[in-house]
Each structure stands twice: as structure tokens, then as C-alpha cells.
């Protein structure tokens, strides 16, 4: 079945506490990308991936780092997370740049930092 | 930088009826807008997508229209079920940026 999968889907952490979110699709998507939703705010993007070894920050990079080793791998850390990092995160993969290609999502991962 | 605003914020109706969700964007200069359903604690799923150059796309009972003239994008919605209760995002992609923007969408309710 064709999808993106995320760990964990749930996560308590305390602040200063590095975590690494994964992130993997069996598509053979190029692109790939991570946001974040938050009430009021809406859907921002945090990362992404053009493929292997490339990827750029998207609207709220800060506090984040990505890493894309492998073309189906696009995990994403927070080397020193904050309570303001609290949010439910969406990793998401196209076959190709946004201009023509739709976006598939991960189910999610709900962050609490306290 | 590319502004998209869904009105309403929320909507409630019977079953049956046939509903319009509005999608409004600033920069027309936008290569696609898409539609999303997302269901409570669960992700995105893709309903259409429209490029910059059609003017509409169908899937089954949904279509959605876009005018990049008018900055506006509509997702129509025929006879509504209960199964389509759930929260629509429409995001969209403009010149120059690979960076999608998104509103903050509509949570329907479609009541027996």
C-alpha cells in the first residue's frame, strides 16, 4: 500500500530534550516536505526536499533541522525543543515539485513539550 | 507573499443538499490550488487539484473550479452525506516558490 508513515505518532517530551520524528514513503516520491498545524494558524511548512542531499526551509524553519540521506527517509529534529514547538506535525511527499504534483500525507505526530 | 483565506470558517447542513466551499487566494500568478479533507486527528488526504492552466477537475460527487482572474477557488459538494463531515483546506502554490500556503478551511458537519 502506498504511504507515508510517521514515528512516533505520539510524544511527550520536557524542554532541551533532542527528539527525532521519522519520516518514510514507499513511493519513490523526489519531494518531500514537513509542517506544522497549529489552532488559528493553519498548516505551515517547516522543510523541504527536492531529493536526496537537497533540502531548504519553508515558511518556520527555525528551531528545526532535516536531514535526507535517502530518497524515502526525511526525518526531522529538534536538537532543543521549546513549549512553543508544541503542535501535531504532518510529514507529506509528491512525485515531483509542487507546480504539478499532488501531495500525500502522514497521519500525523501530536508533540507536547513541556 | 501569497495570502489564502477560506470562507465560512464553519458550516452545518442536512443531508442532501448540495454545498459550495470558497477558496480565495491574493497572488494570481498561482500554478496550482488544491483541495484537502482532513478527518479529526487523522492527516490530509489529496480530493483535486487544479493547474494554473484548467479551469476546473472532477472526482465523483465533488468539483472544484478555479479563476486565478478573480483569486477565488470553489469546491462543490453534491448531495452531501454524513461521511463527508469533515474539516476541507485548500492550499495553493505560487510563482516562484515550492512552499505551499494554505488556509485555515472549513469544518463541515453534514447531519441525518
Known amino acids: 500500500e502506498a504511504q507515508v508513515t510517521q514515528n512516533p505518532r505520539y510524544l511527550i517530551t520536557v524542554t532541551g530534550k533532542k527528539l527525532t520524528v521519522t519520516c518514510s514513503q514507499n513511493m519513490n516520491h523526489e519531494y518531500m516536505s514537513w509542517y506544522r498545524q497549529d489552532p488559528g494558524l493553519g498548516l505551515r511548512q517547516i522543510y523541504y526536499s527536492m531529493n536526496v542531499e537537497v533540502t531548504d526551509k519553508g515558511d518556520v524553519p527555525e528551531g528545526y533541522k532535516v536531514s535526507r540521506k535517502e530518497k524515502r527517509n526525511f526525518p526531522l529534529i529538534l536538537e532543543s525543543p521549546s513549549p512553543n514547538q508544541t503542535s501535531l506535525y504532518f510529514c507529506?511527499?509528491?512525485?515531483?515539485?509542487?507546480?504539478?504534483?499532488?501531495?500525500?500525507f502522514g497521519p500525523g505526530t501530536r508533540l507536547l513539550v513541556l | 507573499k501569497q495570502e489564502v483565506t477560506q470562507i465560512p470558517a464553519a458550516l452545518s447542513v442536512p443531508e442532501g443538499e448540495n454545498l459550495v466551499l470558497n477558496c480565495s487566494f491574493t497572488d494570481s500568478a498561482i500554478y496550482n490550488l488544491q483541495w484537502f479533507r482532513q478527518d479529526p486527528g487523522k492527516g490530509l488526504t489529496s480530493l483535486l487539484l487544479i493547474q494554473s492552466s484548467q479551469r476546473e477537475q472532477t472526482s465523483g460527487r465533488l468539483n472544484a473550479s478555479l479563476d486565478k482572474s478573480s483569486g477565488r477557488s470553489t469546491l462543490y459538494i453534491a448531495a452531501s452525506q454524513p461521511g463527508d463531515s469533515a474539516t476541507y483546506l485548500c492550499?495553493?502554490?505560487?510563482?516562484?516558490?515550492?512552499?505551499?500556503?494554505f488556509g485555515r478551511g472549513t469544518s463541515l458537519i453534514v447531519h441525518p
Open positions: 492550499a495553493g502554490v505560487s510563482g516562484g516558490s515550492y512552499i505551499p500556503t
Open positions: 507529506a511527499s509528491s512525485r515531483g515539485t509542487l507546480y504539478q504534483e499532488t501531495q500525500y
